[in-house]
């Protein structure tokens, strides 16, 4: 018999189609069943011929092929286990990137399919994210000499050390991680060069200030309607996914060309745009092909079955915008009334500092704690790990804390994140651990214990900011720079 009589359920990343098998085995370990779908095709992460002209397979893509595989898992379980309809079969979700918005997706449009929801850095506004990545894409482009707005890879780097000796410290710790990147006045200027540099590959050119200022400003139209929020200070060492091709990156151009347009016939040109219209804006929006997107905010027939929400998303993510998430955490306060007491009752969001899109640390910046043993963190370990490698339990591992959460009401006041020598390689030993809080919560140093390790800090409150405001904030360029004269 299946002791513990609960399944887990898994997400996809990207436009990929196969079995997740590696989410899947943290189930078996936790003595859980564990269920993942194809989503209704073969193909990578960032193919989308497969779309093209394939209605049904949007949708199966979109929100179809989950919730078809929930419903039929459960029944499945419940027959082979031989577990009564009226026996409580405890479901859980854990995804991350496209995963995290397939499992809200999900948990908005049917109440029912989850107990609790383990959702990392979710790509939820397909509409308007993957538009938003081809955007980015095409403030860099043409990658030219002749193009003066174009940053060369290696000046990524070059930005992300002045991001970090002018950020790092905000949070009153000097440890080469930026923690409250929110807090930073960032002053862009000082890496502009002066008329008499000679060195023109360590400082940035007016123009290319002006393309790092876009990025971080986020994408606002012409009438100042922000339609995606830019990416985070801290970010810049992953820039390279949507930056540092000589096209824009698949996750936009290919949806743009396979999923919205269908192709109309022939092949898109990108190569003409500088900027993304608003025909394009529009369409998406009214169209949302295979309807992916994850905005019903209101979410109160979840919580009201006594669901749960982990949320989360590294402070560093350089292809799904932290900000996104802080934006869709923002507008669920604002569904309920801006309640934030009773928000958090049933969902949390937490931002893990110095973490990537879903897992590991930067490679220039090997030191931030990041590993939580949510979606694709076990199996960049390796094949034969789950959890957090000698930290397996509710403490340090988020799926375990989600359980304890539903079904025994602790909620989560903090997770232990963890990191090694070699970011990936648990046999390389611990190099620190550090609480990850519950926003609006903070990690504080207590001034004297060993900063690497977690019973050296504890969670203390910070400010509490409601959409009205980052939307103020974003439209108004407060972290931009802008070229006097």
């Known amino acids: 018999m299946l002791s513990t009589k609960r399944l887990l359920v898994v997400g996809n990343g990207g436009f990929s189609g196969g079995i997740n098998w590696l989410d899947m085995a943290a189930g078996p370990h936790h003595g859980m069943a564990a269920l993942s779908t194809d989503t209704g095709h073969n193909s990578t992460t960032t193919e989308t011929s497969w779309a093209k002209q394939r209605a049904e397979k949007k949708e199966l893509w979109g929100w179809q092929a989950m919730h078809g595989s929930v419903s039929l898992g459960k029944a499945i379980v419940r027959r082979y286990y031989e577990q009564p309809d009226d026996e409580k079969l405890w479901t859980y979700y854990s995804g991350c990137s496209t995963g995290g918005r397939q499992g809200l997706r999900e948990l908005q449009k049917f109440p029912d399919s989850f107990d609790g929801a383990l959702i990392g850095a979710p790509a939820w506004w397909t509409a308007r994210l993957n538009p938003f990545l081809m955007q980015v894409g095409l403030y860099n482009l043409p990658a030219e000499e002749a193009n003066p707005y174009h940053i060369p890879q290696e000046k990524f780097v070059l930005l992300a050390d002045e991001v970090t000796r002018q950020c790092d410290e905000v949070d009153g710790v000097k440890d080469g991680i930026v923690s409250s990147p929110e807090k930073c006045e960032f002053d862009l200027g000082t890496l502009v060069c002066s008329e008499f540099e000679t060195k023109l590959s360590e400082c940035l050119t007016v123009e290319q200030a002006q393309t790092v200022s876009k990025v971080y400003q986020g994408w606002v139209s012409q009438d100042g309607e922000l339609l995606y929020p830019g990416l985070t200070l801290g970010s810049e060492d992953q820039w390279w996914i949507l930056m540092g091709g000589t096209e824009p990156s698949p996750f936009g151009l290919g949806y743009i060309r396979d999923f919205l347009l269908d192709d109309d016939g022939k092949e898109f040109d990108w190569a003409g745009l500088s900027t993304i219209g608003r025909d ?73 500092p110095g973490m990537g899109h879903c897992f590991s640390t930067s490679n220039c910046r090997p030191n931030a704690p990041w590993n939580i043993g949510a979606a694709f963190q076990p199996g960049v370990l390796g094949r034969d790990t789950w959890s957090v490698p000698g930290f397996e339990n509710a403490e340090h591992d988020a799926l375990m804390a989600l359980i304890a959460w539903v079904e025994e009401g602790q909620a989560v006041d903090q997770l232990i994140a963890t990191t090694w020598k070699k970011p990936t390689d648990p046999n390389s030993g611990v190099l620190k651990q550090r609480p990850i809080c519950p926003w609006p919560e903070k990690a504080v140093y207590d001034g004297v214990g060993d900063v690497n390790e977690a019973g050296s800090w504890e969670c203390a409150m910070g400010e509490v900011e409601l959409v009205p405001e980052l939307r103020r904030r974003v439209e108004s360029g407060k972290r931009g720079w802008v070229p006097r004269g």
Request: charged share 25%.
């Open 280 to 352: 394009i804006v529009d369409k998406a929006q009214r169209l949302d092909p295979g309807r992916p997107s994850a905005t019903q905010y209101d979410i109160s027939n979840f919580k009201d079955r006594g669901g749960k929400v982990i949320l989360y998303h590294g402070l560093t993510d350089g292809l799904v915008p932290e900000k996104g998430s802080s934006w869709y955490y923002n507008k669920t306060l604002d569904a309920f009334g801006g309640d934030l007491d009773g928000v958090r009752d049933f969902i949390r969001y937490f931002q893990i």
